[in-house]
């Protein structure tokens, strides 16, 4: 397998904090990183040897970038898949295919149930009009989701009893309607595969959410979690061998009484695996390097009991200093501008040290 060695430099779509952390994982192993994003305040470009500002549709700008790259990654699986063949012949990892079937809630669970996986009962509409029709088939409570471009609970309407639609204002684009899931816990498995087609995969956390957003990842997940381990990493597998995948890949699920039900995927790293990197033996984000270089992986295994991930969400920089007085905390923040409600600022680490206290981790608390 050719090796893209230390000193070649690695593209990634998209300017945000995954590529901001992947970039220095990236230095650690001495590349250069060359961001491409659209916006003019990127936090990855600041951490970063170069940066294009360009519409990630614009194929001009994306063939100058390649050229400049040895390999190209994505941090934002949201980066318009046909303009990608400007890339030419600097190889793109994960390739488009991965980006394709996770950009559409709708290709995402047809391929996951394809491969054997469960995903939550659904219903296709493309307006309002459909929506009654909808609830009507897979009952209420319910989520209606757009199918492309939603993140972080955006794009999404709940629905908790069939009178709720009718003052409902939806924009008229395909989207699914999604029964809602009784779960127990929710939790992602993330793995990394290599060029040569090896497979590890990290501890899964319990993830809690709060309007849509992630809020806290706890590390080990619990009993409940752990039992549904292990199906969800069959499916991961399989996910990432039909795709032929390189990289790490992100697989959330919910953990119910019938066992794992998918939710959605994303081709890259992900905000429930950043405990890893003081948590992890090798990190996400150094792994992710690794593999899309044709580096040997390092080992995905815990190397403390235990590890809480809290995200920092609207936080200022200021508000967030306190946290150092906790010796144990791993303090990221982001560098971006402005603490807006509902965005992600940093984040904070705690690490368990103590394996009794760990053991009694029961995940989401
Ligand atoms: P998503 O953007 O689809 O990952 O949704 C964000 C969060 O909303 C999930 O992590 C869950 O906490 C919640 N959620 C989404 N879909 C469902 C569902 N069908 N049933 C229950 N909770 C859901």
Request: proline share 6%; with cysteine.
């Amino acid at each position: 397998m050719p090796v893209i060695a230390p000193g070649s430099t690695i593209g990634i779509l998209g300017g945000g904090q995954l590529g901001r952390m992947m970039a220095m994982a990236a230095a650690q192993l001495g590349y250069s990183v060359h961001i491409y994003a659209p916006e003019a305040d990127s936090v990855a470009a600041e951490v970063s040897a170069a940066f294009t500002r360009a519409p990630f549709h614009d194929r001009d700008a994306l063939a100058a970038f390649a050229a400049q790259c040895d390999v190209v990654t994505y941090e934002f699986e949201n980066v318009p898949v046909a303009p990608l063949t400007a890339l030419g012949a600097v190889p793109l990892r994960a390739n488009a295919r991965a980006l394709e079937i996770a950009q559409d809630r709708l290709a995402e669970k047809n391929f996951i149930t394809r491969l054997g996986g469960t995903a939550a009962p659904f219903c296709e509409l493309d307006d309002e009009a459909g929506l009654q029709a909808a609830i009507a088939a897979v009952g209420a409570p319910g989520i209606l989701k757009t199918r492309r471009d939603g993140y972080d609970g955006k794009g999404q309407w709940r629905i908790m009893a069939p009178g709720d639609a009718n003052e409902m204002c939806v924009p008229p684009i395909p989207m699914l309607y999604e029964g809602f899931v009784r779960f127990e816990a929710e939790f992602s498995v993330i793995l990394v595969r290599s060029l040569a087609g090896q497979v590890r995969f990290w501890d899964s956390a319990a993830n809690v959410h709060v309007n849509g957003i992630l809020s806290r990842c706890t590390v080990p997940g619990g009993a409940t979690v752990m039992a549904q381990v292990p199906a969800a990493r069959r499916l991961a597998e399989r996910v990432a061998t039909e795709l032929d995948y390189v990289g790490v890949l992100t697989l959330e699920f919910f953990a119910t009484a019938n066992g794992p039900v998918f939710n959605e995927m994303a081709p890259r790293v992900h905000n429930s695996g950043h405990w890893t990197i003081e948590g992890a033996i090798t990190s996400q984000f150094e792994n992710h390097v690794r593999a899309i270089c044709g580096l040997p992986l390092g080992d995905c295994g815990l190397r403390v009991p235990g590890a809480v991930m809290e995200n920092l969400i609207g936080t200022t920089a200021e508000e967030a200093l306190p946290i150092l007085n906790d010796p144990s905390a791993h303090l990221h923040l982001y560098g971006k501008g402005e603490a807006r409600e509902g965005r992600k600022m940093g984040h904070v680490t705690r690490l368990v040290l103590d394996e009794a206290v760990a053991a009694r981790a029961e995940g989401p608390a």
